[in-house]
């Protein structure tokens, strides 16, 4: 079976504050892929990062960052110096490297950054 | 290039009832997926159409049914709906590969009553 869990239901911050927000997979897939979506009030799903299994090696994007631990099943994502406007909803998702197969979510992460 | 859209916003229906929801893929993607999301979840996935054919489903009935057609548009059909369909729809359009980089049109806002 293949399931994604994020234990964090909710996580307030004050801006300038760093943020992780965790995510842990399980699948029996020797190829996957890893993804984090952002979901705005509006509703749009927000692709941030894909990620392969045999790619493990962190990724920097600007305030943004990734670390793919292979080894405990995570791939938790960093917001530094967090800011008002990364209030959001963030799922991580899991898909197998498969034709005709979807990304199956974890339940959300709610960050609510304040001023 | 224009993004994914979806229409209506919002819809109100009652128990028993049919709907229709549409979709416009982002052009030159041949593969649509649905999405069902309850309040306070992560989309569920309820099937793909990859050029005009159901290609994969996810756990749902088969009163939820959806087609796709050759102009990058699609449909998801939902028959005799029930209180627990209220949700947040939504339709991804992806290329071939590489597998699961979707992405995603704003979502249609079904209420039932």
């Known amino acids: 079976a293949q399931k994604v869990t994020q234990a964090q239901t909710e996580i307030s911050v004050v801006e300038k504050e760093d943020v992780t927000l965790d995510c842990v997979y399980e699948?029996?897939?020797?190829?996957?892929?890893l993804f984090w979506y952002k979901q705005p009030p509006s509703g749009e799903l927000v692709f941030l990062i894909r990620?392969?299994?045999?790619?493990?090696q962190n990724e920097i994007s600007g305030r943004y960052s990734w670390n793919f631990q292979k080894s405990t099943s995570s791939f938790n994502f960093t917001i530094t110096a967090s800011q008002v406007v990364d209030s959001a909803v963030y799922f991580c998702?899991?898909?197998?490297?498969?034709?005709?197969?979807?990304?199956?979510f974890g339940k959300g992460t709610t960050l609510s950054v304040s001023s | 290039e224009t993004g994914v859209t979806q229409s209506p916003t919002h819809l109100i229906k009652t128990r028993g009832q049919q709907v229709t929801l549409r979709c416009s893929s982002q052009?030159?993607?041949?593969?649509v997926s649905w999405y069902q999301q309850a309040l306070g979840q992560g989309p569920q996935f309820i099937f793909q159409?990859?050029?005009?054919?159901?290609?994969g489903r996810g756990n749902f009935p088969p009163r939820f049914s959806g087609l796709q057609f050759p102009n990058y548009s699609s449909e998801l059909n939902v028959n005799a709906l029930e209180l627990d369909d209220s949700a947040l729809y939504l339709c991804?359009?992806?290329?071939?590969?590489?597998?699961?980089?979707?992405?995603f049109g704003p979502g249609t806002r079904l209420t039932v009553l």
């Open positions: 998702a899991l898909t197998p490297n498969q034709a005709g197969t979807a990304l199956i």
């Open positions: 699948t029996r897939d020797t190829t996957y892929y």
């Open positions: 159409y990859y050029r005009e054919e159901e290609n």
């Open positions: 052009s030159g993607h041949n593969t």
């Open positions: 991804a359009s992806s290329l071939d590969s590489p597998p699961g980089e979707q992405f």
């Open positions: 990620r392969n299994s045999f790619d493990e």
